[in-house]
């Protein structure tokens, strides 16, 4: 059986989890950061569909639905937000002053502050564990 | 033109994450295990490669004084393979632009040339140091680009802050 990492000692199946337990002098001040973002004023339910669309587009693994920005039951406050997320996602410098004033005619600074550092904690992860993982062409992972 | 106006320290308005941040930043930075040097180039590549003004501008002293001068700064480019850079500075620079282009596409080659210099641990902590890097950078870009600034040289990010 090979393990789901190239790097030595990552053995299990949760890539990022097992990495980050080589080095808890990280590993405990990112769960912090990340259970303080998920505390703050955003609702945990948005929080997860951002770091949904943010992992599918970045092609990890999701579990769950994968938000659609033009669905139709969102409303203009979640749409704003995951619009927000998935530009993060594929390049910031699409983010113009029309989705920034969408988003706050919405969230609160507050919101926006907590929204932002989410989606790079996101992207953060999700590139991690692509990096980290082996590759499938590399046989039973 | 914008209807709302966002402040530069517009992440101080949620604290408690801000601070963990850079509780977290701190002591991958000064408390790591990779030297600063490493790390420093890994950031300043996904700066020029993410396109954030400020972090291009930005040097970290602790990296300048392990010897990152500027002329080797320089040599972070697209040329940088034929560059007199050192093989350590190509392997992480060839790392972070599989991160930030396409993270599935690390090469067996690169995962050995990554082990030769780093320990698993070290692996790691570059790693998330790179995602920590591009993640930031692109809040940067995302809440309005800044305009282009000269260097800088600041403090390393420590934890406590000095």
Same mark, same amino acid.
């Given at each position: 059986? #090979?393990?789901?990492?190239?790097?030595?000692?990552?053995?299990?199946?949760?890539?990022?989890?097992?990495?980050?337990?080589?080095?808890? $002098?990280?590993?405990?001040?990112?769960?912090?950061?990340?259970?303080?973002?998920?505390?703050?004023?955003?609702?945990?339910?948005?929080?997860?569909?951002?770091?949904?669309?943010?992992?599918?587009?970045?092609?990890?693994?999701?579990?769950?639905?994968?938000?659609?920005?033009?669905?139709?039951?969102?409303?203009?406050?979640?749409?704003?937000?995951?619009?927000?997320?998935?530009?993060?996602?594929?390049?910031?410098?699409?983010?113009?002053? /029309?989705?920034? $004033?969408?988003?706050?005619?919405?969230?609160?600074?507050?919101?926006?502050?907590?929204?932002?550092?989410?989606?790079?904690?996101?992207?953060?992860?999700?590139?991690?564990? /692509?990096?980290?993982?082996?590759?499938?062409?590399?046989?039973?992972? | 033109?914008?209807?709302?106006?966002?402040?530069?320290?517009?992440?101080?308005?949620?604290?408690?994450?801000?601070?963990?941040?850079?509780?977290?930043?701190?002591?991958?930075?000064?408390?790591?295990?990779? $030297?600063?040097?490493?790390?420093?180039?890994?950031?300043?590549?996904? /700066?020029?490669?993410?396109?954030?003004?400020?972090?291009?501008?930005?040097?970290?002293?602790?990296?300048?004084?392990?010897?990152?001068?500027?002329?080797?700064?320089?040599?972070?480019?697209?040329?940088?393979?034929?560059?007199?850079?050192?093989?350590?500075?190509?392997?992480?620079?060839?790392?972070?632009? #599989?991160?930030?282009?396409?993270?599935?596409?690390?090469?067996?080659?690169?995962?050995?040339?990554?082990?030769?210099?780093?320990?698993?641990?070290?692996?790691?902590?570059?790693?998330?140091? @790179?995602?920590?890097?591009?993640?930031?950078?692109? @809040?940067?870009?995302?809440?309005?680009?800044?305009?282009?600034?000269?260097?800088?040289?600041?403090? #390393?990010?420590?934890?406590?802050?000095?």
């Amino acid at each position: 059986m #090979t393990s789901a990492s190239w790097v030595p000692g990552v053995e299990g199946k949760r890539v990022v989890d097992d990495a980050l337990a080589l080095r808890p $002098d990280l590993e405990g001040p990112l769960d912090d950061l990340r259970t303080t973002i998920r505390n703050g004023p955003v609702e945990p339910e948005l929080l997860d569909a951002c770091d949904a669309l943010i992992r599918h587009r970045l092609g990890v693994p999701v579990k769950g639905p994968i938000p659609d920005t033009g669905a139709a039951d969102l409303d203009d406050r979640q749409r704003a937000v995951l619009v927000l997320a998935e530009q993060f996602v594929i390049d910031p410098h699409g983010i113009d002053s /029309a989705m920034r $004033d969408a988003l706050l005619d919405h969230c609160s600074l507050a919101e926006l502050a907590t929204l932002v550092q989410a989606c790079a904690v996101f992207d953060a992860l999700a590139r991690m564990e /692509a990096v980290l993982s082996r590759p499938a062409s590399d046989g039973d992972a | 033109m914008a209807r709302h106006r966002i402040p530069p320290d517009v992440l101080d308005q949620n604290p408690d994450a801000a601070a963990a941040f850079w509780r977290l930043y701190g002591i991958l930075w000064s408390h790591g295990t990779v $030297d600063q040097p490493t790390k420093e180039v890994a950031r300043l590549r996904n /700066a020029r490669t993410t396109g954030c003004n400020y972090c291009k501008a930005v040097r970290f002293e602790g990296a300048r004084e392990a010897g990152l001068t500027e002329n080797r700064v320089d040599l972070i480019d697209d040329d940088y393979r034929s560059s007199a850079l050192a093989e350590r500075d190509k392997v992480v620079i060839a790392y972070v632009d #599989t991160m930030l282009h396409d993270p599935h596409a690390l090469t067996p080659a690169q995962r050995e040339a990554l082990l030769s210099e780093l320990d698993a641990g070290q692996v790691v902590e570059l790693t998330l140091g @790179i995602g920590l890097f591009h993640g930031f950078s692109k @809040i940067a870009v995302a809440l309005g680009p800044p305009p282009d600034m000269p260097t800088m040289v600041v403090p #390393t990010p420590d934890w406590p802050p000095r």
